[in-house]
């Protein structure tokens, strides 16, 4: 008999479920998991994930090396629910087909993403201003350079910038990339490793929720520390969407949104001279 992930306990159970068991099961032996985790966290580290090279690169390949790397790691996901005979399907929830249901997620979506825009503004705001606090109380007081947080600052926001899509083919592949990737990462991120950090967290959700976001944000090490706090921020609010929502559709929906409308804002404003 197929087990299921919603069968399992370290969060509450989608709608239509039965209550969890006492006894929480992983999802995936252990090796499994760190397996993955080590393998996203040094594609993040060298830098390849979605800035594999210097200059400028051919962004269509680019957009190829992310989307086979997504695919590499839902399917080692799908492997390691395999191994316990859980269905990968199962971890997207509850997800009526509808339209009613579906407008409500993309209604849901919507709202929660104007809201996280707000939360990780007001985090970077706070973000920097302790930056700039520190840089101010160990810089001297005649230096001329600019200080090492914002050269850090440029060189990430330079890395995400040659991502942007610049012409009609880039700009399709950037839509096609970005409904991939929010769909794989809250499989992933969500579906995966907040469930199963859950279940060794004896089913206490709060654990699964820091550490999946911990990694969620570890993930994106090319864009900076400001950026990875930042993210593991929006993480954990993605993960407190899935909770509430006991569904992946509509982090899905929010995640594809929020990459698609990035990419476009930054080559719009990238191509007036303005970033």
């Given amino acids: 008999m197929e087990m299921t992930a919603n069968d399992l306990s370290g969060v509450p159970p989608y709608e239509g479920q039965q209550e969890a068991p006492s006894q929480p099961l992983a999802l995936a032996p252990v090796w499994h998991t760190l397996v993955l985790i080590a393998f996203i966290l040094s594609v993040s580290l060298r830098g390849v994930y979605r800035h594999p090279g210097e200059g400028s690169p051919n962004r269509l390949i680019t957009y190829g090396v992310t989307a086979l790397l997504e695919f590499a790691m839902v399917a080692w996901v799908a492997f390691g629910l395999r191994l316990r005979r859980i269905s990968l399907r199962s971890l997207f929830g509850s997800v009526p087909t509808d339209i009613r249901s579906i ?154 949104f929020h990459d698609l409308i990035a990419g476009l804002t930054l080559a719009i404003l990238h191509s007036r001279h303005v970033v």
């Avoid at 970005?178 to 769909?183: D, F, P, Q, R, S």
């Fill in 103 to 256: 407008a409500f997620d993309v209604g849901i979506a919507f709202i929660f993403w104007i809201g996280s825009l707000l939360v990780l503004a007001t985090m970077a705001i706070a973000w920097i201003g302790v930056e700039n606090a520190v840089t101010h109380l160990h810089a001297p007081v005649h230096a001329g350079q600019p200080s090492t947080p914002d050269q850090k600052q440029k060189q990430a926001v330079n890395a995400v910038l040659q991502l942007a899509p610049s012409n009609a083919k880039e700009v399709a592949g950037w839509v096609l990339l970005c409904v991939l990737v929010g769909i794989a990462e809250e499989l992933i991120f969500r579906g995966y490793l907040q469930r199963q950090f859950s279940a060794w967290g004896r089913g206490h959700a709060a654990v699964g929720v820091v550490f999946s976001a911990l990694i969620f944000g570890g993930a994106h090490g090319y864009e900076g520390m400001r950026s990875m706090f930042l993210l593991s921020i929006f993480g954990s609010l993605f993960s407190l969407l899935a909770l509430f929502r006991r569904s992946l559709r509509a982090g899905i929906f929010a995640h594809s």
